[in-house]
């Protein structure tokens, strides 16, 4: 439908995948209407790039836009009042191991990067996988991981301290590091 122009993709987009895509943008937003703001942004940002994009996964894609979409809400609103937050925690956490990018060739290394994380990924057992996911993907607080996990806060720390360790590890036996 993206690719006729049909306005029904964006209704059927919102249908489908509406629910979590707002959750998403809630864990980093932290509000309703924010995550609301946040997913029709989105849906814009898509309905501008498809067509000529073609994305062979279209949820991972809208969700990579909403991702994107309330990251930027996120650091705009906080560029003003640097305060702490579970979203700059997290990033804190990861910058050790990802640079920044401001050129191509440092984005396509990046690529090779993100590649090599979906492995590392895969290769763990599903509640690790999950633990990582929620916290650097949902930005999701220590507590409300420790809650749904049913882990101490104590315990979440550590084995995400653990993962970030295996991952440089794995990273740098890439040649990535």
Request: glycine residues 6%.
């Amino acid at each position: 439908m993206f690719y006729n122009r049909d306005e029904q993709a964006l209704k059927e987009s919102v249908n489908l995948y509406g629910a979590l895509c707002r959750s998403v943008a809630r864990s980093i937003l932290e509000s309703n209407e924010d995550a609301e703001e946040c997913m029709n942004d989105a849906l814009l940002s898509v309905w501008n790039a498809i067509p000529p994009a073609k994305p062979p996964n279209y949820c991972a894609y809208l969700l990579k836009a909403v991702r994107n979409t309330a990251l930027d809400m996120y650091k705009k609103r906080r560029r003003v009042k640097r305060g702490g937050g579970q979203v700059s925690q997290a990033l804190d956490e990861l910058s050790e191991i990802f640079p920044a990018s401001d050129n191509v060739e440092q984005e396509l290394e990046q690529r090779e990067l993100m590649t090599a994380v979906t492995a590392f990924l895969k290769a763990l057992p599903e509640p690790q996988r999950n633990l990582f996911i929620c916290r650097y993907w949902q930005a999701a607080s220590i507590a409300g991981l420790a809650e749904q996990f049913g882990m101490t806060e104590g315990h979440v720390k550590v084995t995400l301290s653990r993962l970030r360790k295996k991952l440089q590890k794995y990273l740098g036996e890439e040649g990535l590091l």
